[in-house]
């Protein structure tokens, strides 16, 4: 009888142990599963939560680009960049250049997009400048035919100013 506790009592220790080890081995991988979802919950929220400014700031420099690719274009084809946005959308003689409402006066991502000439057409100007209803807009952004991106913080931004990324 003694023996057939023994190994009863034995076998209660290995059946345990096995117990305990599959319990700690899904404890483990639970902890992995519950450390992932606090990852991805925390990434979500993040990015849910991202302030606008970036997202209105980052729309303004991609216009800005448009318009100095589109301008590269135009004087490609005309020898002489645009005037203003009409220009570039005149369909007059073939597709137009740039394609929406680009006027100076309406609001793309909470920033004006404007263009000037300047040296007869040899060079131009484009601003865009916050229209103020987003206070978290502060930075404005500029370029001329170099294509170089410059912001200010202070007011609109010029020539002068900061490029961007530096």
């Keep these: 009888m003694e023996a057939t506790d023994s190994t009863q009592d034995g076998s209660d220790r290995k059946d345990r142990l096995r117990t305990g080890r599959s319990v700690l081995f899904q404890t483990f991988w639970d902890s992995v599963a519950l450390l992932v979802l606090v990852v991805v919950v925390v990434a979500i929220l993040f990015i849910r939560n991202r302030p606008p400014r970036y997202c209105n700031e980052s729309s303004a420099i991609g216009n800005v680009r448009t318009v100095y690719y589109v301008q590269t274009d135009y004087k490609e084809a ?31 991502s909470g920033y004006i997009i ?53």
Excluded: Q
Aim: charged share 25%; glycine share 10%; aromatic share 8%.
């Design 78 to 108: 005309n020898g002489v960049y645009a005037r203003s946005f009409a220009e570039l959308m005149d369909t007059s003689k073939g597709s137009a250049f740039l394609l929406g409402v680009w006027d100076g006066v309406t609001p793309k």
């Design 114 to 166: 404007t263009l000037e000439s300047s040296d007869n057409g040899n060079c131009y100007e484009i601003k865009a400048s916050p229209t103020g209803t987003n206070p978290r807009d502060k930075r404005h952004f500029y370029t001329d035919c170099s294509g170089v991106i410059r912001a200010s913080a202070d007011g609109p931004a010029d020539s002068k100013s900061t490029p961007i990324g530096e």
